[in-house]
């Protein structure tokens, strides 16, 4: 166990809707990553947070956005969704995100209709 | 940019076999070097890092030794067992922004038979 939580832990859901995933970082930790796991792009970065800032995009859509709160966790917004969204999306916490190891939560995994 | 490539799966051993994953990278500066494995229905768990150059990472009796000369970071494993069966990838720090990202190679699914 990372010390990450992840919910939910799985979601499915149409096309054109909108969801959000949660992430609780390990007691300590200001930075969350969230990354996208497909079968046809791999694991990809998305997104940094840290200390409630954002610190580092990646590969995120404009569909998507995400927040971190005054109590550290984060929320990753998705909307409009579309079929190729379908992924097991994960969240990482480290202490600040300098280059310091990720623990990563268990995921969700999102199945879009 | 900086990317990671793992040799490609899957791979199948027997018990006690002797294990290499191979990872080699390309990146500019001297990044940090992980492995996570991912179990069955299960999240990444760090399995083992090194930070510079000729470090060994180890844990559960695997390693890696960080080789700038050949900018590779192989997974090795003396002797696997059933409960080795899982996904590894190979991945590296990448700076952006000031930040830190993981970039990750394409997973090697490993199976071993009893």
């Known amino acids: 166990d990372s010390g990450v939580t992840q919910t939910p832990k799985h979601l499915i859901t149409a096309t054109g809707q909108r969801v959000t995933l949660r992430c609780s970082p390990r007691?300590?930790?200001?930075?969350v990553y969230w990354y996208q796991q497909s079968l046809d792009q791999g694991l990809q970065f998305l997104i940094q947070?840290?200390?409630?800032?954002?610190?580092a995009k990646g590969n995120i859509l404009e569909r998507f956005s995400a927040q971190q709160f005054p109590d550290l966790h984060s929320e990753l917004n998705l909307s409009s969704l579309e079929l190729g969204d379908s992924a097991l999306y994960f969240c990482?916490?480290?202490?600040?995100?300098?280059?310091?190891?990720?623990?990563f939560g268990p995921g969700t995994r999102l199945l879009v209709l | 940019g900086n990317s990671v490539t793992q040799m490609e799966g899957p791979v199948t051993l027997s018990e006690e076999a002797f294990l290499t994953i191979n990872c080699t990278y390309t990146?500019?500066?001297?990044?940090?070097l992980f492995w996570y494995v991912q179990y069955p229905g299960e999240g990444l768990q760090l399995l083992l890092k090194?930070?510079?150059?000729?470090d060994k990472g180890s844990n559960k009796g695997f390693e890696a030794t960080y080789r700038k000369e050949t900018t590779s970071f192989h997974l090795e494993k003396g002797s696997v067992q059933v409960s080795d069966s899982a996904v590894y990838f190979c991945?590296?720090?990448?700076?952006?922004?000031?930040?830190?990202?993981?970039?990750f190679g394409q997973g090697t699914r490993l199976t071993i038979n009893p």
């Open positions: 990482a916490s480290s202490v600040e995100g300098g280059g310091e190891t990720q623990y």
């Open positions: 007691s300590g930790d200001l930075s």
């Open positions: 947070y840290y200390n409630g800032e954002e610190r």
């Open positions: 990146a500019t500066g001297y990044p940090s």
């Open positions: 090194a930070t510079k150059a000729d």
């Open positions: 991945a590296l720090s990448d700076r952006i922004q000031g930040a830190q990202k993981l970039v």
